[in-house]
């Protein structure tokens, strides 16, 4: 049974600090792994989408790394914005029409 | 543009009565929906697969006549809380996937029900 793991369940960090969100699965055997934000009261955005095959994804001052062998997966954010301050969650998905499964999230929270 | 809708956004019922979420893919078919819930401070969890023409199926867990699920046409899937009691309050979302790309998902924006 897949299982996500996200820690810490909450972070807090000065404006302007580079970080690392960081996701784990116990199986390997995925199609991608996909990173989320939530904003409260919001649905999903889906932030980046990385394949098996692929290593990495960028978008903007985001970065996300697969590394499916050992199970992990890191978000990093270049030089976070206030605006940043939200729940980002991974999810990996395992097969054709099959589900997602989520971790529980990192609640951002980005200080001026 | 959003290419999964769902209705409402948010509701309020009474206890006792039922609701319908409606999840509905824009502009292509969707043959598999599914059908999440949110507890605060807790991850998305599962509560059904939902396939268009037959019934759907549940997770361990969820009652399947309290959460009834009908996808009756490729483009819309509903869930309909019944019977609905405070702690049924939650988050819910729907996902689609797009045709034969399977890994290609779409999520709606969630549907915020509170049970009073």
């Known amino acids: 049974k897949q299982e996500v793991t996200q820690i810490p369940a909450a972070l807090s960090v000065p404006e302007g600090e580079n970080l690392v969100l960081n996701c784990s699965f116990t199986?390997?055997?995925?199609?991608?792994l996909q990173w989320f934000r939530q904003d409260p009261g919001k649905g999903l955005t889906s932030l980046l989408l990385?394949?098996?095959?692929?290593r990495e994804q960028t978008s903007g001052r985001l970065n996300a790394s697969l590394d499916k062998s050992s199970g992990r997966s890191t978000l990093y954010i270049a030089a976070s914005q206030p605006g940043d301050s939200a729940t980002y969650l991974c999810?990996?998905?395992?097969?054709?029409?099959?589900?997602?499964?989520f971790g529980k999230g990192i609640t951002l929270s980005v200080r001026p | 543009g959003a290419v999964v809708s769902q209705h409402p956004s948010r509701v309020i019922c009474k206890s006792g009565t039922s609701v319908k979420i409606e999840c509905r893919s824009l502009?292509?078919?969707?043959?598999?929906m599914f059908w999440y819930r949110q507890f605060p401070k807790k991850s998305l969890m599962l509560m059904a697969t939902?396939?268009?023409?037959?019934?759907?199926?549940?997770e361990q867990g969820v009652e399947k006549d309290k959460f009834l699920i009908n996808h009756a046409s490729l483009t819309l899937s509903t869930l309909t809380v019944t019977s609905a009691h405070p702690e049924d309050s939650s988050f819910y979302i729907c996902?689609?996937?797009?045709?034969?790309?399977?890994?290609?998902?779409?999520f709606g924006e969630g549907s915020w029900l509170t049970v009073v």
């Open positions: 939902s396939n268009e023409g037959s019934k759907a199926t549940y």
């Open positions: 990385i394949q098996s095959s692929q």
């Open positions: 999810a990996v998905y395992t097969g054709a029409n099959s589900k997602l499964t």
């Open positions: 996902s689609a996937h797009r045709g034969n790309s399977g890994n290609t998902i779409y």
């Open positions: 199986d390997s055997a995925i199609y991608n």
């Open positions: 502009d292509f078919q969707a043959t598999t």
